[in-house]
């Protein structure tokens, strides 16, 4: 099971992503058809509008609506294994902050590993590879 990251569900989704193709060959080879092939932590689907709705970001930005179905179809797809944080995963966001010196723009990927890797996450689908490197405990799809 891989876990989607935000920056992989963008790519996917815009086609004007540099990591497009990347994104949809892994989504077409890995994902596509499997059931539970995916894990998808709830915080990615408020992060994901917030990145595709942003008229500075993209050319064609999606409209709230059109993001907001987009988050509902990978919610409810069959290939996508729901991820909450739970208050495991907290602790280890917490020790992980500490233990690597983290500052304020690495709360939300930090607390997004956390999630994955208490879960049992141990790949992770992302174009920001280098935001879960420094934890050691992914296999990273770099994008």
Known sequence: MIGLDTSFLVGLTIREHPSHRRCRALFDNEIVGREGSAALAAQVLSEFPHIVTDPRRF?????????????????????????????????????????????????????????????????????????????????????
């Open 59 to 143: 050319a064609r930005p999606l409209a709230m609506q059109d993001a907001l179905d987009i988050c509902s179809q990978w919610w409810h797809a069959s290939e996508c294994r729901p991820v909450c944080p739970s208050p495991e995963s907290v602790s280890v966001y917490l020790r992980w902050m500490q233990q690597h010196r983290l500052g304020r723009k690495r709360l939300l990927d930090t607390m997004l590993a956390a999630c994955y890797h208490c879960a049992g996450v141990t790949r992770l689908a992302t174009t920001d590879w280098r935001d879960f490197q420094l934890f050691g405990v992914f296999e990273i799809e770099a994008l």
